[in-house]
């Protein structure tokens, strides 16, 4: 089902905003001086990449040790994918690489983030447009109710309608396919997670590790929320005042080059120890290796101006079906932590085969790779691979920063 005629014309289609974060007056004369020569000759830490698990590293280091500490990012922003910035058009915060959610169950995690940001309660919810109709996703009884036509009112009868649905194996599912098979059955996989797993990995969901689809939740309730997790917030100001909070320069120990690739100056800076967070292939390039494979993502924006109204009914809208080409449309408009606007502005997003790395394809193949790769960076001296790209793994937000505090923890174990 395309979307209509009549909402094609309120929108234009502009391309998409390439930005250079300014951030704050502190960071424009660091982020200035990333251009003249670094300060120092020896760092006590570097750290590659000035994402979540970057950033939690240099903070660390600077504020609990008082060490000296070099951040080299490729991009020309801090913030990793979670990079944000209000719209021009439309005075809206949005996100340079799609939808972040923050969420977690770990006390760790919540407080040391409290540090940084005041936090906006929010619990995400989202919808899917299925056979014509919004339905909540994940799947719970109103799901079921509206494309079924059933009348189910309890966790016992939602129970057993998934009971009824279910495939059962003699064996544990082996794949994403199976997964899903043996938790909603072949009428829910084949309107929901069959036809948007296929268009976000670009491949069928039997070819794909059943960690993919054994992540989306499943309910025998009504609870419409897409996490169930007792802290789930946004940052107030958004997330790149975050990260200008996490790196700002109040000991004169964090020391941030944006633009500047880690492989070009590397030979020209002495570092006491590296925290690596790009792609570990990347890292090992000159072994001459397959490489890794990805799945990036390709956001089409769309801006309506002169309008208190939104586009869509909620932040972020699924659409599953085949016939879309695209996965979902996100509108930040709906976001609790945004100023007033008399606009909005909503990105329609496609997976892709090429472009930045987002998402690790867990099959045999890459699986396999990683291995090898991973028995090298564990040879390699003073350096520790850190985060998603380094570690070939999705990581949520709060994943990756409990497991950047745990390593920095790990290997300052007595200092």
Not at 79 to 95: H, I, L
Not at 348 to 372: C, F, M, Q, W
Not at 378 to 403: H, Q, S
């Amino acid at each position: 089902m395309p979307l209509s005629s009549s909402r094609k014309a309120q929108s234009v289609l502009v391309p998409p905003i390439m930005t250079t974060w300014k951030g704050s007056n502190t960071y424009v004369n660091q982020w200035n001086e990333a251009k003249l020569p670094f300060r120092k000759q020896r760092y006590d830490v570097c750290v590659v990449g000035a994402g979540l698990s970057g950033a939690v590293i240099a903070e660390r280091y600077a504020n609990l040790l008082d060490r000296s500490v070099l951040v080299v990012e490729k991009r020309d922003h801090i913030g990793g994918n979670c990079y944000d910035f209000m719209d021009p058009d439309a005075g809206v915060r949005v996100s340079k690489y799609g939808a972040h959610l923050f969420h977690t169950t770990y006390d760790k995690v919540w407080n040391y983030i409290q540090q940084f940001s005041e936090w906006t309660p929010y619990e995400h919810k989202v919808i899917g447009l299925v056979n014509g109709m919004h339905v909540p996703i994940p799947v719970n009884i109103h799901t079921v109710n509206r494309l079924f036509g059933v009348n189910i009112t309890n966790e016992r009868e939602m129970t057993a309608w998934l009971q009824s649905e279910q495939v059962h194996y003699d064996h544990e599912p082996r794949n994403a396919e199976q997964v899903a098979l043996s938790r909603v059955g072949p009428r829910l996989y084949r309107l929901l997670f069959q036809p948007y797993t296929e268009k976000q990995w670009g491949r069928p969901p039997s070819e794909l590790g059943p960690e993919v689809t054994a992540r989306i939740p499943v309910r025998n309730n009504y609870d419409d929320r897409y996490f169930g997790d007792p802290y789930q917030a946004l940052p107030k100001h958004g997330y790149t005042a975050v990260f200008e909070q996490m790196l700002r320069n109040n000991n004169d120990n964090i020391e941030v080059h944006t633009s500047t690739d880690y492989f070009q100056i590397r030979h020209s800076v002495d570092c006491g120890r590296t925290y690596y967070t790009g792609p570990i292939d990347a890292y090992f390039a000159h072994l001459g290796w397959e490489t890794l494979q990805y799945r990036s993502l390709r956001f089409e924006r769309h801006v309506v101006l002169h309008t208190k109204n939104f586009f869509q009914p909620a932040f972020v809208v699924n659409h599953p079906y085949p016939e879309a080409k695209f996965t979902r449309i996100v509108e930040y408009k709906h976001l609790p932590n945004q100023p007033p606007s008399n606009h909005t502005v909503y990105f329609i997003e496609y997976s892709s085969e090429t472009g930045e790395p987002y998402y690790p394809v867990p099959n045999k193949r890459n699986k396999d790779l990683y291995a090898k790769y991973q028995s090298m960076a564990e040879k390699e001296p003073n350096v520790t691979f850190v985060g998603r790209l380094a570690n070939y793994k999705y990581f949520n937000m709060d994943d990756a920063i409990l497991n950047a505090l745990n390593l920095f923890e790990q290997d300052t174990k007595g200092l």
